[in-house]
Structure formats: C-alpha cells, structure tokens
T-cell receptor, first 111, second 116 residues
Framework: SQKIEQNSEALNIQEGKTATLTCNYT??????LQWYRQDPGRGPVFLLLIRENEKEKRKERLKVTFDTTLKQSLFHITASQPADSATYLC??????????FGPGTSLSVIP | ETGVTQTPRHLVMGMTNKKSLKCEQH?????MYWYKQSAKKPLELMFVYNFKEQTENNSVPSRFSPECPNSSHLFLHLHTLQPEDSALYLC???????????????FGPGTRLTVL
C-alpha cells in the first residue's frame, strides 16, 4: 500500500545547529514533493517544492533534497533558531489533483 | 496572512445540528480543497474543486456536503455529525499549473470543530 513516513515524531536540537528532517515514501512515483510548516492551531504554510528531476533546492536557510531512487527527501534548516520550532509536513502528489501529507515531525529548537 | 479566510474559527455543535463552514480565498486561484486534521493523524483530503467542479471526493461520509458556488468560495455543510468528526477542518486553494492543480497550496487558519 502507499505510505509516507517522516522520521521521528519529535526532534529536539540546540540553537545554531542544523536540523535534518526525513520524508520516506513507498509505492508512489511522485512528480514533486513539498514541505510545509505548521504552527499549533494554524494551517500549514508552504515552504519549498522540489520536482522529480531536481536533486536539491534552497531557500535562505532551508535546503531540500529529493532522491527518487531511495524514495526519500531530506529537509535541512541551517543555523536553527527557536522561531523555527514547529511541525514540518512533507507532501507528495498522487495524481494531477491530489496530494498526500505525511504525519509530520515536531521540531523544537532549544536556546 | 495567506489570503485564505475561514469562518467560524471555532464551532461546537450537537449531533442533531446543521451548520456550515465557510472558506474564501482572495488569491485568484481556481482550485479549492477541504482537509480534515485529527489529533495525531496526518491531514486527510476530503474534497477537491477545480474551476467550481468537484474532482475528488475522498470517500467522505454523506453527512459532509461541500458546495462551491464560485472559484473564490467554498462551503462545507454539516449535519448529524458524530463525536469522532471533531477535528480541525482546513480549507486550501491553489492555482493549476503544468498539468497539476495541487502544488503550492495556501491554507486558511482552520475551523476547530467539536461535536458533542
């Protein structure tokens, strides 16, 4: 069956370090993969999209990689700050009009 | 703000009530979505509308009835709900591009629904 997993349910890191979040999927062949941030009680906010023919994409302190052979995406936040604390969701397309979201990883950046 | 508004933000209803959730997007997008987010579970897609036409009904019970009168407005009509329907209901919009309509979605703040 189709499945999306995100590494741990929760991740704690020290301020200034690089946070690395993992998204693995099985039985999909997505055309693209997205990462969203969600704060408590609010809707997700789009961060980055990476297409199947792209290996890496960057935006400010964020970097996403996409390995279609491993069926995995890595999401990095460099020089992490307490304000980066949130839940991060990966999502991938399953058809032209539908995406599936992963369960999310709750990131806490400790001062 | 994301340009997607939802009302009400909080709703408490009994199992015999009828209520409606409203979503409005000010982004000029042509696709709109309803999602359900329950505690400890991933976002679940409920309905997709593309140019006011429903393209996806993700096996949602008939006690949830969507309505999309135009590309800017989306409603979710609720009737005879169950306590397990309590969740955060999120609306989103996107602009179809490159053969896909569902990338880069903009979400509203959600309606926190409690069914007693």
């Amino acid at each position: 069956s189709q499945k999306i997993e995100q590494n741990s349910e929760a991740l704690n890191i020290q301020e200034g370090k690089t946070a690395t979040l993992t998204c693995n999927y099985t039985n999909y062949s997505p055309a693209y993969l997205q990462w969203y941030r969600q704060d408590p009680g609010r809707g997700p906010v789009f961060l980055l999209l990476i297409r199947e023919n792209e290996k890496e994409k960057r935006k400010e302190r964020l970097k996403v990689t996409f390995d279609t052979t491993l069926k995995q995406s890595l999401f990095h936040i460099t020089a992490s700050q307490p304000a980066d604390s949130a839940t991060y969701l990966c999502a991938l397309d399953t058809s032209y009009d539908k995406v599936i979201f992963g369960p999310g990883t709750s990131l806490s950046v400790i001062p | 703000e994301t340009g997607v508004t939802q009302t009400p933000r909080h709703l408490v209803m009994g199992m015999t009530n009828k209520k409606s959730l409203k979503c409005e997007q000010h982004l000029g997008h042509n696709a709109m979505y309803w999602y359900k987010q329950s505690a400890k579970k991933p976002l679940e897609l409920m309905f997709v509308y593309n140019f006011k036409e429903q393209t996806e009904n993700n096996s949602v019970p008939s006690r949830f009835s969507p309505e999309c009168p135009n590309s800017s407005h989306l409603f979710l009509h609720l009737h005879t709900l169950q306590p397990e329907d309590s969740a955060l209901y999120l609306c989103a919009s996107s602009q179809p591009a490159g053969g896909f309509i569902s990338d880069t979605q903009y979400f509203g703040p959600g309606t926190r629904l409690t069914v007693l």
